[in-house]
């Protein structure tokens, strides 16, 4: 079918209109092929036309010349209860030259489920009326799989939200930089977001969006806080919900789950760009021994057309909390201290150890050695091995830096930071930068610490630091893995930072190559001193630093011992025992330089 005229003649519309059909399944999309192409063409709209609505749907648009070509047009017209008409409309303001043309017009899974004998087993759902047999991950998912209506009856309303009459219970996080908007039909920005909602198909419906325009800019985030939830315990609860990601700047959608209020929480899911002009079903399974909450984030893109749509979430085999979940405290001191301590005779030059109450020297608290039996005073020190494989940073800690003007908080956003990451969370492409594999696994699944270059401006520092060490002996020395890769690395750098003096001990700056490379800092003997990290940015976000698998080795003090030295030993001058070979090696050994006299 095609129109192909000259004209001068002012408002021509030429409409091509559909039987009229009486209902869809939730799974029907509608494809043509079509051509518009000529100087001044003008455009063409497909129109729903739903019994009972007074507003058309617009469900597809091509505005322009597209090119002497056949184009495919997808689109998804989903479940439909009333009767429709489909409305392809040729519009032609003043002057028309040109050829449209439409064919191969194909409906596909419009079709109801098929009623079935019998439905048994685990994980079937038998609809009441239409008798089809149904997988129960569709039941109360707001979607009327059935046909009739009966996997969507007897739904908990405080598990569902399709927007129609506000956000439910789920609410704006205030600590972001700006809120969802709900809104019905097109999205303001042509070429990016839904044309209608999602639940019914329609420009009637509600759903949520993220307006990607200015004033707002590249990073910035919305994110939405669901209701609170009990411990799953050994069951599933099960998070459903449709997003909408159109557009040629489209960034990122991800999902996360917190059991900490004022925390981040970690994430189960995200999806990266633009993934076609359509709402798309996600299905995530969530386990939790503690209450917990889900947060959904959305990130602009870098440019107005990245304009990202939520409809339709549910949860399945979940129930509400009623309560509040903790927080934990924002400082980063990197210790921790119980609230009580055990009767003890301890001054305030000593540590108390923690079960037993016996006193030691304060220098002997975080000296990689334990000397209390219950190993307290290494507790809240840095790890001597850490390969970050449980998430948790073993001691390591960010201090408030400058760039944060001393007002470090756990919702900082844009900062360039170090956090922890992995390669199953990569975005498309930031494989090129970033590490896609850890060094202690070496798979995808594996942890390590990077501090993300897509955060911050050229020259911005992150550091990480060990709380004090309070004494190292004289072969201690650091080893790590660094990743760095990328077209504008800036550099890594390895400070020893005491009271009122920092001093660099080792630096690497540039790319060098996508792979993990070892590094080792000898450290010697040190007193009250912390380890920092040290990640400079460069002038893009093309170069990510990365650290796995830090060690400190053979870091314990010297011990003086309760015997004499033999004869294969030196006795230093503090009474420590050294090895006969250490002497006059230029190290010193004793911790009192004793070994290195010239006059041994």
């Not at 917990?292 to 979940?318: H, N, P, R």
């Not at 400082?331 to 201290?337: K, L, R």
């Not at 494989?389 to 908080?409: F, H, L, R, T, V």
Request: include cysteine.
């Amino acid at each position: 079918m095609f129109i192909l005229r000259n004209s001068s003649s002012i408002s021509q519309i030429a409409w091509l209109r559909s039987p009229k059909f009486r209902q869809t399944g939730s799974n029907c999309t509608l494809s043509f092929w079509y051509y518009n192409y000529g100087q001044s063409v003008g455009a063409a709209e497909m129109h729903l036309l739903v019994d009972g609505l007074k507003q058309p749907t617009v469900l597809w648009r091509a505005y322009y010349n597209m090119g002497n070509q056949w184009l495919k047009a997808v689109i998804q017209l989903g479940r439909l209860s009333r009767p429709f008409q489909l409305s392809l409309d040729k519009i032609s303001l003043g002057f028309y030259d040109g050829i449209s043309a439409v064919d191969d017009i194909t409906f596909e899974n419009c079709a109801l489920p098929p009623p079935a004998l019998s439905c048994e087993g685990p994980g079937r759902f038998w609809c009441r009326d239409t008798k089809a047999c149904i997988d129960s991950l569709l039941v109360c998912d707001l979607v009327d799989n059935c046909g009739d209506g009966s996997d969507e009856d007897n739904c908990n309303p405080d598990l569902q939200c399709n927007f129609e009459n506000g956000l439910c219970n789920w609410e704006q996080d205030i600590g972001d930089d700006f809120n969802w908007i709900r809104i019905q039909g097109p999205t303001p920005t042509v070429n990016t977001g839904p044309l209608k909602d999602h639940t019914t198909g329609t420009a009637m419906g509600h759903y949520l969006y993220m307006e990607s325009s200015e004033p707002h800019q590249f990073q910035d985030e919305a994110i939405l806080l669901s209701p609170l939830f009990n411990p799953s315990g050994n069951r599933t609860c099960i998070f459903r919900f449709y997003y909408h990601m159109f557009g040629k700047q489209v960034y990122k959608l991800s999902v996360f789950q917190r059991t900490v209020s004022n925390t981040k929480g970690w994430l189960l899911w995200y999806k990266f760009g633009n993934q076609g002009n359509r709402w798309i079903r996600q299905t995530l399974y969530i386990s939790s021994f503690k209450p917990f909450q889900i947060l959904v984030k959305g990130i602009v893109g870098d440019g107005f057309a990245g304009d990202i749509g939520l409809d339709d979430m549910s949860f399945l085999g979940c129930t509400l909390y009623n309560g509040n979940l903790p927080t934990i405290s924002t400082t980063t001191s990197g210790t921790s201290v119980p609230a009580t301590l055990p009767m003890n005779n301890c001054t305030e030059e000593e540590f108390v150890c923690r079960a037993s109450g016996h006193c030691i020297q304060m220098i002997q608290k975080c000296d990689f050695r334990p000397d209390c039996s219950d190993k307290s005073d290494e507790s809240a020190c840095v790890m001597e091995v850490c390969d970050f494989e449980d998430k948790n940073q073993c001691g390591w800690y960010q201090p408030a830096s400058e760039q944060m003007s001393g007002n470090y908080s756990i919702h900082t956003t844009n900062v360039f930071k170090w956090e922890l990451g992995r390669g199953a969370n990569l975005y498309p492409e930031q494989e090129k930068h970033c590490p896609l594999i850890d060094h202690t696994t070496c798979t995808e699944e594996g942890w390590y610490l990077f501090a993300d270059s897509s955060n911050g401006e050229f020259g911005d520092i992150a550091d990480i630091a060990t709380p004090v060490i309070s004494l190292t002996g004289p072969k201690c020395k650091i080893i790590f893995w660094n990743h760095m890769n990328g077209s504008t690395i800036g550099s890594l750098e390895v400070l020893c930072k005491t009271r009122n003096k920092t001093s660099k001990l080792w630096i690497q700056s540039g790319s060098q190559g996508p792979q993990w490379n070892r590094a080792e800092v000898f450290l010697g003997i040190r007193s009250n001193f912390q380890v920092v990290f040290r990640a400079k940015r460069g002038v893009s976000y093309m170069g990510d630093v990365a650290v796995d698998d830090i060690t400190f080795e053979d870091c314990s003090p010297l011990l003086i011992p309760d015997r004499p030295c033999t004869s294969e030993e030196f006795t230093c001058a503090n009474k420590y025992c050294i090895p006969k070979d250490n002497l006059c090696d230029f190290v010193n050994d004793c911790a009192d330089n004793s070994d290195e006299s010239p006059t041994i």
